[in-house]
């Protein structure tokens, strides 16, 4: 049974610093892996996904890695800003569902 | 285009009642998938389905829930006879077909409360 652990479980940082969030998981047989935001009360927003095939994706100062075969992921935050604030959540696609981690909380200090 | 719609978007029930979440996939996508949040933990996968067929039920509790997505209108996920352990937010996803590479797009939630 797929396992999926995000470390750290909360994260504090000032304004404009870089920061990387990881996620491991226990079955490197995957489809894709996806990193989601959750604000407080709301829904998830995509950030990226990235296919089995790949090894990282870019969007904007994001940047997410893979590494299957050692079943890792890390989320590469560049330059902060304090509405970055939000939990950040690692899905991983095996067959019809995803397995989610329970979340890096992040609170970015103006 | 409106992304995924869930309603209502709060509930709450007294134990032993029922409840019924909705959710309208993104126009265009014909797959939906249910998630429950429970409080300190990580979003669990319930069900999988297409119109008018469950493809994946293997995370869905064995009694009181049921899922269904007909031809016409929205999927309803189901719960008879709430107990308290049922409060979480509940969370649906649509994609738009069967591809494993293709993203889920999220709906906002229904919270419910169960008192």
């Known amino acids: 049974k797929q396992e999926v652990t995000q470390i750290p479980a909360a994260l504090s940082v000032p304004e404009g610093e870089n920061l990387v969030l990881n996620c491991s998981f226990t079955d490197s047989a995957i489809y894709n892996l996806q990193w989601f935001r959750q604000d407080p009360g709301k829904g998830l927003t995509s950030l990226l996904l990235i296919q089995s095939s790949q090894r990282e994706q870019t969007s904007g100062r994001l940047n997410a890695s893979l590494d299957k075969s050692s079943g890792r992921s890390t989320l590469y935050i560049a330059a902060s800003q304090p509405g970055d604030s939000a939990t950040y959540l690692c899905?991983?696609?095996?067959?019809?569902?995803?397995?989610f981690g329970t979340g890096t909380s992040l609170t970015v200090i103006p | 285009n409106a992304g995924v719609m869930q309603n209502p978007r709060h509930l709450v029930r007294r134990r032993g009642q029922e409840a019924r979440l909705r959710c309208s996939p993104m126009?265009?996508?014909?797959?939906v998938y249910w998630y429950r949040q429970l409080p300190e933990e990580g979003l669990k996968f319930m069900v999988y389905l297409q119109k008018e067929n469950i493809i994946d039920e293997s995370g869905m509790p064995k009694e009181r829930f049921s899922a269904e997505f007909p031809k016409e209108g929205p999927s309803i996920l189901r719960i008879q006879q709430v107990v308290r352990g049922d409060s979480a937010a509940y969370f649906c996803?649509?994609?738009?077909?069967?591809?494993?590479?293709?993203?889920?797009?999220f709906g906002p939630g229904t919270r419910l409360t169960v008192t």
């Open positions: 996803a649509s994609s738009p077909g069967t591809a494993v590479i293709v993203e889920q797009y």
């Open positions: 899905a991983v696609r095996g067959g019809n569902q995803f397995y």
């Open positions: 126009k265009g996508h014909s797959h």
